[in-house]
């Protein structure tokens, strides 16, 4: 199915012949995203104002045309594929810092500026965008909105919702609306709030305004390191139980760091069973005693070794291992698949040995390499996607892991999104109400369903939504 | 004397247990809205009674509003129906608590001072140190998005709300979010629901996320004889390391009535009544014990400090007085002590104390007295409204200058308390209660709801005399996302049986 030559024409004559993609080559570019999914559109566009947003969404209601948002295509659960073709809007040419106001601690945003090109935009002024996913390098604020991203330090900070004030959205009719503002607590309804994290099921975003957080006085990283899972697991319970709320708490497994070090070189102990990066950050005062507690329930449950960064450079090495992990495991393995479940933190031993259990019990090699402060796991499946059985037991072993995550009182996702890669694991952990309720809200928002169609509700639920049979591919960056 | 319309809430009365259906209007009184009372009271004492009251209401097309322990239903617009007063300050049980994950699950009837006690024993507490008070419970407190001077640091309940048990108006019950700390698995529906004044749903339970108590705790009171002062200090600190927990200025004209509301009006203070029978009932007789024990002493401790009216120290009519709150290991208190002196020195302070060492935005005399702010505007005139201006914090200066003017024109004082987060509430406190004083509130309203859209903000008026309500929206100028608003209504409520009118006019 093509989408129909008038509507092209359409599109040329609003973006310029530079602004439109229909050729089949070009568009096989943009079939992909981090997640194992694939889906091509008809058409990809790039549309440079609100202006031609509107004009786009007005051509393709004339034409009865979906339209999926785009931002640098690194989400990891399908949310920027064109699951039912027509116009892919990539905002990579919507990518202007429109205000920056650091008296306020505001900026306004348009939806294609890279997440860490914020954050350096304001450095000067000691501020700086706290949502920061693994893919900050390259990921748009716009895509963090969609998948309400998170990252490492969102264990202190907060994730995406808890930085965006305001939105400008343009609806499926083609009008545009703002909801919330840059002052805190707008009347009426959060629309805000809902529209964040509704991976553009319910508008497309085309500018944002965000808070932005002042940079720490004080930082320590500390790396904890293990010879047992469980030490390491039962040393996030008690740092949690605690009350010291670190910045960050990351946790590397035996087999994850291995493969970490032999390209990161980032200084992991080779011959560890688990890791903790741990960061503490704030006043001076609160860091040095922090840091000490930190040392304190570290030894107690018998930590090897904890060293702390001595330098700027020792602590960019070991972020630089924690967020390079996912290229690390790329070298190792045909395939993998990363999953993305949250449980209640106090379960988190029992449930990594869980997951080794059902790693055994498939025949996979299951990495761990995750969120620990959070308890926001990504157990990471290696197979090799060339054979067919082990990529059906692979998505099984998936779908026990999110079971499991499930029945201890967790979610499917922490922040990467249901997409579609998890639509059909949606009734698992909401009944058949509370999807409804969701319809409706995306009834309210979306009435005809073209926006993003495929993506969060199960088959049978959306608006005649077709289920495509995803295909494993081995790109995946958390 | 049936009536056709008795026979529909005939119903209801089916539904609940005996003595929990009231229609006698000295009891139907305590749920009036507005000077509107319902036609009767309906106490659920079960998630599943809710669903049930809900779906005969639907096919009754009966006008439900959700009660709690009826703290602030002073707020929002009339009610447009009002049939009934669905109370669910029954629905008090904590459904589920776990300290090490630091997560929470409470009912809706739950109140704010019960739930503090429980966190209190892990070490722990909930940001929502509402002006609504201790007797507030979880379902109102979400069903205003009220929220406290500790804001300043946590946010408000959209930021440490996890997930949401509710019904809708069809009587369909439906949860939206989860138990965990993090989840981003479909829309965050409970997001729409706070601040929603249950017209889009009756809540029935709420999961939080919890925060550690801070092992030491200061609260520093530094006076201007300005706001321009205050306002120094505000932009100081916000652009320096410190990590207040809490940062409120106080404007002369609201000291004047903190510190001198009348006492004797104060025996009145309203303590609602709850069934400890049926606390008993669910936690079993040592907690409700305590649980009693505990309200019993919160409500003590309110009689005392209202009685204690003019003895609020800290605050001066000359001053300008800011109220910071820093929490921490005792060097991080240190730390504050040190640097805010400092910074308020070089701001231009008239003095600087330091009030230690328990008192804390929980505790602490001052805050428990600018918590009470809406109830001592209140007593201080008898057509008191309280306006919450929400403009970005380079706009204060503006605002505070807008209604001092307004204050001068109109000759009628006009208090503030300015919230560093972004916050604004303004008490205008009339004189009198007559045709020409509600006529001259509602202009000075007026002017204060075009300075606060000047300065790029907006304000509503949180609580006002009724004939004020009908003189004027309430809600401010008209935001261009309200038909948005209107189409999730529909769906959620498709036949406005939900506090209709109550929000915005939906």
């Known amino acids: 199915m093509a989408l129909a030559r008038t509507l092209i024409a359409e599109l040329v004559r609003i973006l310029g012949p530079a602004g439109v993609l229909a050729r089949r080559e070009e568009l096989m570019m943009y079939e992909y995203d981090g997640s194992i999914e694939t889906a091509r559109p008809e058409a990809v566009v790039f549309p440079r104002s609100t202006e031609d947003v509107v004009r786009i ?5 004339r034409h009865d045309v979906p339209i999926t948002g785009r931002g640098a295509g690194t989400g990891l659960s399908g949310g920027a594929l064109a699951r039912q073709g027509g116009i892919l809007m990539v905002f990579s040419r919507m990518n202007r810092i429109l205000e920056l106001d650091v008296e306020n601690q505001r900026a306004v945003v348009q939806p294609g500026v890279v997440n860490l090109d914020l954050s350096r935009a304001v450095a000067h002024a000691g501020l700086h965008f706290a ?3 693994s893919s900050q390098k390259s990921c748009t604020i716009g895509g963090n909105v969609a998948e309400n991203a998170g990252g490492p330090h969102t264990l202190a900070y907060g994730v995406t919702t808890n930085h ?13 609306v703002r909801v919330g503002g840059k002052p805190v607590d707008s009347p009426g309804f959060d629309l805000c ?3 964040v994290g509704s991976e553009g099921t319910l508008g497309i975003v085309t500018e944002i305004t965000v808070r932005l957080t002042r940079n720490p006085e004080a930082v320590k990283t500390l790396l904890a390191v293990f010879d047992r899972v469980d030490d390491a697991t039962e040393t996030v319970v008690s740092l949690t139980a605690s009350g010291i709320t670190p910045a960050a708490c990351e946790m590397l497994d035996g087999w994850t760091l291995r493969a970490v070090e032999a390209y990161v070189h980032a200084g992991f102990p080779l011959d560890s069973a688990a890791v903790l990066l741990i960061e503490v950050d704030g006043l001076r005062e609160a860091v040095e005693t922090n840091a000490e507690l930190v040392l304190v329930i570290c030894r107690k449950h018998h930590a090897r070794e904890v060293r702390a960064a001595r330098d700027e450079r020792e602590r960019a090495l070991l972020w630089k291992g924690r967020k390079d992990a996912f290229g690390a495991v790329g070298r190792l393995s045909p395939s993998y698949y990363v999953q993305d479940g949250v449980i209640p933190r106090t379960r988190l031993p029992e449930t990594l040995r869980r997951i080794d259990e059902i790693g055994k019990q498939y025949g996979f090699e299951i990495g761990n390499i995750f969120h620990a402060g959070d308890g926001n796991l990504h157990p990471i499946i290696l197979f090799d996607q060339r054979d067919r059985s082990q990529y059906d037991r692979a998505v099984s072993a998936a779908s026990d892991i999110m079971k499991w995550c499930l029945s201890v009182g967790g979610s499917l996702t922490g922040e990467h999104g249901i997409g579609f890669e998890k639509s059909e694991l949606m009734p698992l952990m909401f009944s058949e109400a509370d999807l409804e309720a969701m319809q409706r809200v995306r009834r309210a928002f979306n009435p005809r369903g073209i926006l993003n169609p495929g993506k969060i509700f199960p088959f049978g639920k959306g608006c005649g939504e077709v289920r495509m049979r995803p295909e494993p591919v081995t790109s995946a960056a958390s | 004397m049936s009536t056709p319309a008795d026979a529909s809430l005939a119903r209801l009365e089916g539904i609940a247990a005996s003595g929990d259906f009231v229609t006698a209007p000295d009891e139907l009184a305590q749920y009036e809205i507005d000077g509107v009372a319902p036609r009767a009271g309906i106490r659920a004492s079960s998630a599943d009674q809710v669903v049930e009251i809900l779906r005969a209401a639907f096919s009754e097309r009966l006008a ?6 009826a703290t602030q239903l002073g707020v929002g617009s009339p009610p447009a129906r009002y049939d009934v007063a669905l109370v669910l300050s029954k629905l008090s049980q904590r459904l589920g608590y776990d300290p090490g994950d630091l997560t929470l699950t409470a009912g809706a009837g739950m109140t704010i001072g019960m739930l503090s006690l429980e966190l209190q024993k892990h070490g722990q507490f909930l940001p929502l140190d509402s002006l609504a008070g201790d007797f507030a419970t979880v379902g109102g407190i979400l069903a205003t998005n009220s929220s406290g001077p500790l804001r300043h640091a946590y946010g408000t309940a959209r930021d440490f709300v996890l997930g949401l048990d509710y019904v809708n108006g069809e009587g369909a019950r439906t949860k939206s979010g989860g138990r965990v700390v993090k989840s981003v698995a479909g829309y965050d529906i409970h997001k729409l629901h706070i601040g929603a004044l249950g017209s889009l749903g009756v809540i029935l339970s709420a999961n939080f996320k919890t925060f550690p108590l801070p092992a030491t705790q200061a609260t520093f009171v530094v006076r201007f004889a300005e706001a321009d002062g205050a306002l120094k200090l505000r932009a100081a600190v916000a652009a320096s390391d410190l990590q207040p927990r809490a940062f409120d200025m106080v404007s002369p004209e609201a000291a004047r009535f903190l510190r001198h509301t009348d006492a004797a009006k104060a025996d009145h203070l309203d303590v609602p009544d709850v069934d400890w029978e049926d606390t008993r009932k669910y936690v079993g007789e040592e907690k409700a014990a ?3 024990k505990k309200y019993d002493e919160a409500a003590a401790l309110a009689q005392e400090s209202i009685a204690q009216a003019k003895s609020a120290p800290l605050f001066s009519e000359k001053y300008w007085t800011v109220l910071i709150a820093a929490g921490g290991n005792e060097r991080v208190v240190e730390r504050h002590c040190r640097d805010l002196e400092a910074l308020a020195e070089q701001a231009g302070a008239a003095s600087f104390s330091e009030a230690r060492p328990e008192d804390s935005p929980e505790g602490c005399e001052e805050w428990r007295w600018i918590r009470s702010f809406p109830d001592c505007a209140r007593r201080t005139s008898p057509a008191a409204a309280i306006l919450k201006v929400t403009v970005l914090p380079s706009a204060f200066a503006a605002v505070i200058s807008a209604t001092k003017r307004s204050a001068e024109q109109n000759d009628v004082p006009i208090a503030a308390m300015v919230r560093a987060a972004g916050v604004v509430s303004c008490a205008v406190t009339p004189r009198e209660n007559d045709d020409a004083a509600i ?10 709801i075009a300075a606060a859209r000047k300065a790029g903000g907006s304000a509503v008026i949180e609580l006002c005399p009724p004939a004020l309500k009908r003189k004027m929206n309430i809600w401010g100028v008209p935001r261009g ?3 948005l608003m209107r189409r999730l209504k529909k769906e959620f409520d498709p036949a406005g049986i939900l506090a209709p009118g109550r929000m915005m006019g939906l």
């Open chain 2, 439 to 448: 006529t001259e509130l509602a202009a000075v309203c007026e002017e204060i």
């Open chain 1, 131 to 133: 949502p920061d996913p």
């Open chain 2, 481 to 483: 996302d309200i038909e």
């Open chain 1, 57 to 61: 969404v007005q051509a393709a209601n």
């Open chain 1, 164 to 176: 965006v004030l305001g939105l400008e959205l343009v609806l499926p009719s083609g009008e545009v």
């Open chain 1, 193 to 195: 709030g809902i529209v």
């Open chain 2, 64 to 69: 439900v509003i959700p009660v709690g322990n």
């Open chain 2, 290 to 292: 305590e649980y009693k």
